[in-house]
Every structure is written in C-alpha cells, then in structure tokens.
Antibody, heavy 120, light 108 residues
C-alpha cells in the first residue's frame, strides 16, 4: 500500500524551530518529486516546498524561503522539512505529498498531515 | 505568480443533481491543472490531472475540461459523499505551484 505518514508537529514559540518528517512506503521513494503543502486553520491550500527525487534540486515558496529547508533521506525513505524562525502565520496543518518523476506534476498521494502551532 | 480564482465560493446543489465548478488562471497554464477534493479533517484527494484525466479510482461522475485559463469540474448525480471542498491547482508555471481558494459544495 502506498502511504505517507507525517510526524513532528507540535506547539512552538515564535522564533523557534521544528523538523517535520514524512515516512514513505509502497513506492520507489527515490524516483519521485516530493512536496510539502500547508493549510492554515479554516483556510485553503498553500504549496510550501518541493524536492527532486535525487534531492539535488529544491524549490520554496517566497513565504518560507530562507527559513525552511526541505531534504530527503534515501536510506530511510523519509522526507523532511526543517522550519526555523517560525512565525504565527506558519501555523497550519502540514501535508507531505508525492508528485511525479519530474517537477510539474499533480500530487497523487497525500499524508494525513501534522499540525504546527506557533504561539507564545 | 499565477493566481487561480475559483467560483463560486459556495455552491448549493440538491442530491441527484449536477454541480459545475469553475477555475480561472491569471495566465495560461496549458492543461497542467489538477482538481482535489477535501473533506473535513481529511487530506486532499486528487481527482483530476492534466485538466481532464481522472486519477486512479475516481468514478466517472467526475469530469474535468478546459485549457489555457478556463477550467471546469463537473460532478454528476451528486451523492452525500460528494459534498466537500474542491480546489484547483496549476503546476505549469512554477515555482510556486498555486491553488485556488476552494469551492465549498454544500447540500441544498
């Protein structure tokens, strides 16, 4: 079964850091672009970041550029999102999602999401 | 950045009827347009990609059309499980990929 399971969310103070993880199973993880998408409470979907299958290319939304870093560990079939200098507006459910082999594809598999709350 | 605009924000339709949702792009996205369904407390689910291709396991009652800047998602014979929020997403002009603000399909 193709599956993505996120973890690592929680409550963090403004200016703090958090690392999200997304464990993948049931498909050839190393072959696919992986992305993070977030959804603030009661709001719509916002693409955050994406990384190539090799891990050599990454893209970020302007709202997180310079603060968030996406990475992947091939040996663990796991995607990460390191979030630094967190702000209240980063509060959201964070979903990881599988894309196609290349950038520029729809996301066909999504995890259940992990909640990040930035508050003092 | 390509802005995606969905209309209407809320659509009220009776069970058994057909729903038509619209999505407009601020610039051409060719056919690189996807539709997602999201139910409360759940992750989005891919319904349509390439503007008109149904994802695996998606019933034929869901159909997509359009290209360039104007797109439509049509859902026929609405059932209770179809009432949800629907998002369009362009993946032609990136980064970033951009989503519409969503259309809430509710029971009339």
């Amino acid at each position: 079964e193709v599956q993505l399971v996120e973890s690592g969310g929680g409550l963090v103070q403004p200016g703090g850091s958090l690392r999200l993880s997304c464990a993948a199973s049931g498909f050839s993880f190393n072959s696919y672009v992986m992305t993070w998408v977030r959804q603030a409470p009661g709001k719509g979907l916002e693409w955050v970041s994406g990384i190539s299958g090799s891990g050599g290319t990454a893209h970020y939304a302007d709202s997180v550029k310079g603060r968030f870093t996406i990475s992947r560990d091939k040996s663990k079939n796991t995607l990460y999102l390191q979030m630094n200098s967190l702000r209240a507006e980063d509060t959201a459910v964070y979903y990881c999602a599988k894309e196609g082999i290349w950038f520029g594809s729809a996301s066909d598999i999504w995890g259940q999401g992990t909640m990040v709350t930035v508050s003092s | 950045e390509t802005v995606m605009t969905q209309s209407p924000a809320t659509l009220s339709v009776s069970p058994g009827e057909r729903a038509t949702l619209s999505c407009r792009a601020s610039q051409s996205v060719s056919s690189n347009l996807a539709w997602y369904q999201q139910k409360p407390g759940q992750a989005p689910r891919l319904l349509i990609y390439g503007a008109s291709t149904r994802a695996t396991g998606v019933p034929a009652k869901f159909s997509g059309s359009g290209s360039g800047t104007e797109f439509t998602l049509t859902i026929s014979s609405l059932q209770s499980e179809d009432f949800a929020v629907y998002y369009c997403q362009q993946y032609n002009n990136w980064p970033p990929y951009t989503f519409g603000q969503g259309t809430k399909l509710e029971i009339k």
